[in-house]
């Protein structure tokens, strides 16, 4: 029962568009969504949250939505760089599961092209 | 600040050996957790150690083990290896339990023969 889904398993964007990623979840419960970037050989790097409480966060070319009633967060990456190709994790908390236990979706490899 | 470290980086063993993975968080950092990655499975929370003291736990059996030392730096012990648990296992630092955001280390690459 996954309940963190990312549905795209790749996408691929030219340098300079916008790249949306996408994810959904089932746990009502979750109330703290984060997104994270892994390169190949390394560990899950923090890139931007959201708490339950906003519906959007932004942090440079970075900003998440949240559409709580849909359940549904998307990343959006304004301008793409070829730095930005990586595979992307939604993960999710909540007070039931404890802030630490995070949910992690099955990621999205992003392939930007120069 | 030095992030994560994890050792060793590389690991291979046996069916039916035990293994022990280190990480040391950022300095300041009290909250060490674990997660093991596998392609089938992916990301998985194994579980979290705050004060030398287990908080939290995933979903794994009792083979998976940890602990953390006073100094916050904390050690996980799989007993009686099995082929499913070749996987990526990283761990991963907050200052406290209250900190949402979690800092990873590269990981130790486990494999099983």
């Known amino acids: 029962d996954q309940q963190v889904k990312q549905n795209s398993p790749s996408l691929s964007v030219q340098e300079g568009r916008i790249s949306i990623l996408n994810c959904d979840y089932t746990?009502?419960?979750?109330?703290?969504f984060l997104w994270y970037k892994k390169y190949p050989a390394e560990g899950p790097t923090f890139l931007i949250s959201i708490s339950s409480i906003k519906d959007k966060n932004e942090d440079g070319r970075f900003t998440v939505f949240l559409n709580k009633s849909a359940k549904h967060l998307s990343l959006h990456i304004v301008p793409s760089q070829p730095g930005d190709s990586a595979v992307y994790f939604c993960?999710?908390?909540?007070?039931?599961?404890?802030?630490?236990?995070?949910?992690f979706g099955s990621g999205t490899r992003l392939q930007v092209q120069p | 600040k030095a992030g994560v470290t994890q050792t060793p980086r590389y690991l291979i063993k046996t069916r039916g050996q035990q293994v022990t993975l280190s990480c040391s968080p950022i300095s300041g950092h009290r909250s060490v957790s674990w997660y093991q990655q596998t392609p089938g499975q992916g990301l998985q929370f194994l579980f979290e150690y705050f004060s030398e003291t287990q908080r939290n736990k995933g979903n794994f059996p009792g083979r998976f083990s940890g602990r953390q030392f006073s100094n916050s730096r904390s050690e996980m012990n799989v007993s009686t290896l099995e082929l499913g648990d070749s996987a990526l296992y990283l761990c991963?630092?907050?200052?406290?339990?209250?900190?949402?955001?979690?800092?990873f280390g590269s990981g130790t690459q486990l494999s099983v023969l």
């Open positions: 746990n009502s419960m979750f109330d703290y």
């Open positions: 991963a630092s907050s200052f406290d339990r209250v900190d949402e955001k979690l800092f």
């Open positions: 993960a999710a908390s909540g007070t039931d599961t404890g802030r630490r236990a995070l949910t």
